[in-house]
Structure formats: structure tokens, C-alpha cells
């Protein structure tokens, strides 16, 4: 599904796919963040043979002109989880809105493993 958006410029459309791309990698941008993972085993089976490195481990779901986004990290060993999990939502939350112009509803920060 895409996200459909109008301006004076005229009509635009943004994929799903675009818009988790640009929240992996600002995630794995982010202090603390490792690596980003898939949720289910059988998600990451299908990951070893594709190339999309930067939308593993992000889902986004939209809703009108809202969108939701889930993302399933690995953090670093020894920092706050609270504290990475607040600055992940606050980097992804401005990127998107940002890249979109639209509004970011929900993000919600899945924390997988740590690694040291």
C-alpha cells in the first residue's frame, strides 16, 4: 500500500517500502542501536536472500494520512533501553515527518536482543 499526499505542486505517492527504508536507516543511525532484526523466524529466512537491508526489521502500516510504524532492534549492551528507545522514536518521528510532510501516529520500539 502507498501513502497519497497533494500539494500546490500537484500529487504525490510514497510507498510503504520508501518510508521503512528511511526509518531503517535513521535507526541504525541512532546511539545504541545495533542492528535492526525481522520479528518472525520465518521473516528472516526470507531476508538471507533479499538485498532490502535498510526496511529489515521496520514495519509501517498506514491509515488515511496517518502512519504507524513498528521497529524491532538489537541495542548495545551497558546504555538506558528507555533512554535509546525515546531518542529512536524522536530521530524516526522528525525523519519521516520530514521526508513525507505527513504525520507519524505511532512508533513503537521492539526490543529484540542486546549485544556486546
Known amino acids: 500500500m502507498s501513502v497519497n499526499t497533494a500539494n500546490a505542486y500537484g500529487r504525490i505517492t510514497i510507498t510503504e517500502e520508501a518510508i521503512a527504508q528511511v526509518a531503517g536507516n ?16 520465518s521473516d528472516s529466512l526470507a531476508d538471507l536472500f533479499k538485498r532490502k537491508r535498510l526496511s529489515r526489521g521496520v514495519r509501517v502500516m498506514t491509515s488515511g494520512d496517518r502512519i504507524f510504524i513498528d521497529l524491532y532492534v538489537i541495542i548495545k549492551y551497558g546504555v538506558s533501553i528507555e533512554a535509546v528507545a525515546q531518542s529512536l522514536k524522536k530521530s524516526v518521528k522528525y525523519d519521516i515527518e520530514r521526508f513525507t510532510g505527513m504525520v507519524v501516529d505511532t512508533i513503537n520500539v521492539n526490543v529484540v536482543g542486546i549485544r556486546v
Open 26 to 41: 535513521t535507526a541504525l543511525e541512532c546511539y545504541g542501536i545495533v542492528d535492526l532484526v525481522s520479528k518472525r523466524f
